[in-house]
């Protein structure tokens, strides 16, 4: 069974820097994605950024050149380092896999795998 447990949000200023940390456990599939996603409140979730089996990678277009996922395959952990934080990235972040992934998996409902979530609040 997956599971997958985020952490590393917090409280920071505009302009800050977080990093959020994924641990998946339970059977995991070389052709497995790993993505974040975001949702405000009032608001629907949305893809943040996704880390395909191939190593390519995709970001909205809201958080390109500011943030970066990344995967360490040996502890099974996804990352992203967010920098140049803004009021508009406050949000619950949380952590989603696909056993197997297509490269134009970008949305909510190719995830069938999800973690709590992990809150992110920027103070402007």
């Known amino acids: 069974q997956v599971q997958l447990m985020e952490s590393g949000g917090g409280s920071v200023q505009a302009g800050g820097s977080l990093r959020l940390s994924c641990v998946q456990s339970g059977a995991t599939k070389s052709t497995r994605c790993m993505g974040w996603f975001r949702q405000a409140p009032g608001k629907e979730r949305e893809a943040v950024a996704v880390h395909y089996s191939t190593g390519r990678k995709k970001y909205a277009d809201s958080v390109k050149d500011r943030f970066t996922i990344s995967m360490d395959s040996a502890k099974n952990t996804l990352y992203l380092q967010m920098d140049s934080l803004k009021s508009e990235d406050s949000a619950m972040y949380y952590c989603?896999?696909?056993?197997?992934?297509?490269?134009?998996?970008?949305?909510?409902?190719?995830?069938?795998?999800w973690g709590q979530g992990t809150q992110v609040t920027v103070s402007s």
């Open positions: 989603a896999t696909n056993t197997y992934c297509s490269l134009g998996s970008f949305s909510v409902n190719d995830f069938p795998y």
